[in-house]
């Protein structure tokens, strides 16, 4: 059972609708108990950083979130949330579950927000590469993109003008897409697939 974290902020059902097609089961809950009888998380994300802070707080989901030893994924929104701190909205402290931070994307050169299909390319050593592929496409929607992080959390990156967007992150039970794998087409479909049958804890 896979437990989708509602805080308010969520694409909740175009998830929902990406987990019904592979026939994965799931709840939408933000009752902590509820959630503590699934198998796996996903933590979605639409908005700003600050919002998405405030929200998981008032529902007591940040410190239970920090506490979580099961597969979890986080997605756009969600994936930022797992990191140190965000430059948005004047500087955000997030949940910290991986070493980074996340800068706005600045360069008159190119579109910002980043929106649209863009190749990632996977680490050859994770198993998604040989899942997705070569030359995967997926679709991003986002200004700000990690920065610092630590090399080995990083699984696949895209290229936008002058930056390199840690598009795929994650360390043992953490997973991680600044990407909407739910709109990523077929390889979307894979990365959730992966995640709700394969990954390990």
Same mark, same amino acid.
């Given at each position: 059972m896979i437990g989708i974290i509602d805080y308010g902020m969520g694409n909740l059902r175009s998830v929902e609708n990406a987990l019904d097609h592979l026939g994965l089961d799931h709840v939408i809950s933000s009752d902590s108990q509820v959630l503590d009888q699934c198998d796996r998380l996903i933590l979605p994300g639409v908005g700003a950083m600050q919002d998405c802070m405030k929200a998981l707080k008032e529902a007591g989901l940040d410190t239970w979130l920090r506490a979580q030893t099961k597969p979890l994924l986080g997605i756009c929104l969600g994936m930022q949330a797992f990191f140190e701190d965000s430059?948005?909205?004047? =500087? /955000?402290?997030? @949940?910290?579950? #991986? +070493?980074? $931070?996340?800068? %706005?994307?600045? !360069?008159?050169?190119?579109?910002? +927000? $980043?929106?649209?299909?863009?190749?990632?390319?996977?680490?050859?050593?994770? +198993?998604? %590469? *040989?899942? @997705?592929? !070569?030359? +995967?496409? /997926?679709?991003? *929607? $986002?200004s700000y993109y990690?920065? !610092?992080?630590?090399? !080995?959390?990083? #699984?696949?990156?895209?290229?936008? =003008? %002058?930056?390199t967007i840690p598009g795929l992150t994650g360390k043992g039970s953490l997973l991680a897409c600044q990407f909407h794998p739910e709109k990523s087409g077929e390889t979307g479909l894979k990365i959730l697939s992966y995640f709700g049958k394969e990954m390990q804890s």
């Open positions: 430059a948005e909205n004047g =500087g /955000v402290q997030c @949940l910290g579950l #991986l +070493p980074g $931070h996340f800068e %706005k994307m600045e !360069d008159p050169a190119i579109r910002v +927000p $980043h929106i649209g299909w863009n190749e990632l390319e996977v680490a050859p050593d994770h +198993p998604l %590469k *040989d899942i @997705l592929g !070569d030359h +995967p496409y /997926v679709y991003y *929607d $986002h990690g920065c !610092d992080l630590d090399p !080995d959390t990083i #699984l696949g990156v895209s290229r936008h =003008g %002058k930056y």
